[in-house]
């Protein structure tokens, strides 16, 4: 669904990466929240945080998968920090992701209206899925600006144990890049 939140108006803003454990923008609430109809895979390419332009590394995206629910952390922003938080996170997430709205499960039961950043099949950064093994060792040996792949991955699936989600495509990559030594 489009997006159309103005930038002076606090809002709801959907982690399901990165921002879970490095929410890096101003906020004044956070509760876990389920995205239902939607899983998490890491079929997005990142030429500019965990790889780089000639050598992607992995992170995630969200697609629709009928039946399923995402976990992850739901992030009030307050009005007066709206402009900035968007603009920051449309700069950080320029990479093939854009702004969508979606309706959200909270964790004391309360319906959130919220802000998702989602990379769609076919932008420009678009990488897909591929099998389990050759994402982890693409995930295994990338690196970028902003740290290795590998820790991405780790500290995603750390704070999904923390948030007590499942998530068998991001536990399977975690174990097999744990047997992976770099080369
Ligand atoms: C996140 O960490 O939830 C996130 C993932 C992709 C784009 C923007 C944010």
Redesign the pocket.
Known sequence: MACATAANESFW????????W?PSVPHIDRVPARLHGFSRRFW?GSHDHRGLPHAPGR????IKDAGKVCA??AFRIPAEAAAEVLDH?DH??KNG?SRQSHGLHAASGLRLNAI????EPGNFAWLGPAPAIEVAQQIAISTGPSGSNREYLERLAKALRDLDADDPHVFELEAIVKRTAIS
């Open positions: 803003l959907f982690g399901y990466g990165s921002l879970i490095n997005q992170v995630v995206t969200l992850g952390m996170l950080r997430e992701y998702v950043y989602i990379a």
